[in-house]
């Protein structure tokens, strides 16, 4: 009977809890980010003070503005994430606007710590996302339409109109992370062995110098 009772004891501590599945739930009505602090902490930074929290602590601007496309990409992300805005501190959620001009790219990358939605505000983009048995799921969408990607599941959007685009996504993390395959295998810092990626991707030192080039590596 005892050996039963351990064994089920073991279970339900190896096992995944849903509420393990996106950030923990909060245990106070609100956590205001000190972000600068030099405290450790676990999940989250630490709490502002309740006595020094103000309204202006639950409300963020940064989307009221167009971001700037002028570059390689022509997509320029604005982050509502806790860094920017911490109010959101142990809520588990953040928010992104993402404006593209035509023919912008937001390349392939993946969020390791969040699943997210979109809807396109403006614009037509080209959705796409990928799964574990590289099978592609995509579609062209529209104003008003709205798309999901799973969490760690590599993904890109691409502004396939005539005029700028612009989508907002939400996050079910307050720091959903992000990891861009160009940036990541050829900008890394110390960068992955040139014997790594030339094996990887079948092709001659060279090819591969030339695209670390371009990330700076």
Not at 72 to 89: C, E, I
């Amino acid at each position: 009977m005892a050996a039963g009772v351990t064994f089920l004891l073991v279970i339900l501590v190896v096992l995944p809890f849903p509420s393990h599945c996106a950030d923990p739930d909060p245990l106070q009505d609100f956590c205001v980010a000190i972000l600068n602090s030099t405290s450790t902490s676990l999940n989250g930074f630490p709490c502002k003070p309740a006595s020094e929290v103000t309204s202006e602590d639950f409300f963020f601007d940064g989307f009221t503005k167009e971001g700037n496309t002028d570059n390689a990409l022509g997509f320029s992300p604005t982050f509502g994430n806790v860094l920017s805005f911490p109010g959101l501190n142990t809520l588990g959620i953040a928010m992104n606007r993402v404006d593209y001009a035509p023919g912008g790219l937001n390349p392939p990358h993946s969020h390791p710590r969040a699943t997210e939605s979109g809807v396109v505000i403006k614009g037509k983009l080209f959705v796409g996302f990928l799964t574990t048995n590289n099978v592609l799921y995509s579609k062209v969408l529209t104003v008003g339409q709205m798309f999901v990607v799973p969490r760690g599941l590599v993904h890109f959007q691409m502004n396939v109109g005539k005029e700028k685009a612009i989508t907002i996504t939400a996050f079910n993390s307050q720091l959903p992370g992000v990891a861009t395959l160009a940036n990541t295998l050829f900008g890394s810092n110390p960068p992955i062995p040139d014997d790594v990626l030339t094996k990887a991707f079948q092709v001659e030192a060279s090819v591969i110098d030339g695209i670390k080039a371009k990330f700076g590596a």
